[in-house]
């Protein structure tokens, strides 16, 4: 059974940082993608970041590129999302994915976790 499970969010001030962890279970790492994804108040969800352990592999969102930096690590089965230089508009509900392979269209992604809210005071 795959689990996901976040944790680590919460508040934070402007150009402060944060590190999201996600416990991740019931899966191979290497046989799949894990993705982190945001939803902002109001907005629809976005894809953040996704890993691809067997290609050695993380890609960004342009606007998180340089401030966040994903780390997957397979014996610890976790997956942390280290956010840097945090802006409001980082604010968000942050949740980890696994798929079959990298996509920005959540349709795609098999399991989710339920989510680790982060808020970010200007």
């Known amino acids: 059974e795959v689990q996901l499970v976040e944790s680590g969010g919460g508040l934070v001030q402007a150009g402060g940082s944060l590190r999201l962890s996600c416990a991740a279970s019931?899966?191979?790492?290497?046989?799949?993608?894990i993705g982190w994804f945001r939803q902002a108040p109001g907005k629809e969800r976005e894809a953040v970041s996704c890993?691809?352990?067997?290609?050695?592999?993380?890609d960004y969102v342009d606007s998180v590129k340089g401030r966040f930096t994903v780390s997957a690590d397979d014996a610890r089965n976790m997956v942390d999302l280290q956010m840097a230089s945090l802006t409001p508009e980082d604010t968000a509900d942050y949740y980890c994915?696994?798929?079959?392979?990298?996509?920005?269209?959540?349709?795609?992604?098999?399991?989710w976790g339920q989510g680790t809210r982060v808020t970010v005071s200007s």
């Open positions: 890993t691809e352990t067997r290609y050695g592999r993380t």
């Open positions: 994915a696994v798929g079959p392979i990298c996509s920005t269209d959540e349709e795609d992604w098999d399991y």
């Open positions: 019931g899966f191979s790492f290497d046989e799949n993608a």
